[in-house]
């Protein structure tokens, strides 16, 4: 059945574009998966973890939301941010977090503080750090 071409994009630039045995992504609707040969679909896509296979290696990267085309074994994902595992330095992923854990407490107490934002913002933060560690 051959391979799969993966091609992540953002506003800013090609991330990434490779050839992948398989591709797991998170979609609004649940995780959903890709192998060659798969029909033609057209997916919303959440904050999340994403992952892909080369000759029994997995790759792991952080996105948020966007979308996903898949056709012709091609598989591009249209996202506003996406950083692959291997580029997320782990202890600033974990201030990220634990930042954004003190922000929605705040938000909760009834602060200025937006809770959907802070709520998005701490969805990044731990599939940023949950990307990193599964590298």
């Not at 192998?35 to 997995?58: N, Q, S, W, Y």
């Not at 979308?67 to 782990?90: G, K, P, S």
């Not at 600033?92 to 407490?105: D, G, H, P």
């Not at 107490?109 to 969805?123: C, D, M, P, W, Y």
Request: glycine residues 8%; charged residues 25%.
């Amino acid at each position: 059945m051959g391979r799969l071409q993966l091609e992540i994009v953002t506003p800013d630039r090609v991330v990434l574009k490779t050839e992948a045995d398989y591709v797991s992504l998170p979609g609004v609707e649940g995780d959903f998966g890709v192998l060659p040969g798969h029909i033609p679909f057209f997916a919303a896509l959440r904050i999340g973890c994403m992952h892909f296979e080369v000759d029994g290696k997995t790759t792991w990267a952080c996105i948020t939301g966007g979308f996903a085309e898949i056709a012709d074994n091609r598989v591009q994902v249209l996202v506003d941010t996406a950083e692959l595992a291997d580029e997320i330095d782990i202890d600033r992923a974990e201030a990220a977090f634990r930042r954004a854990q003190q922000r929605l407490e705040l938000a909760k107490k009834g602060t200025n503080v937006n809770i959907a934002r802070a709520e998005a913002a701490l969805q990044r933060a731990f599939s940023r750090l949950q990307a990193a560690k599964l590298r």
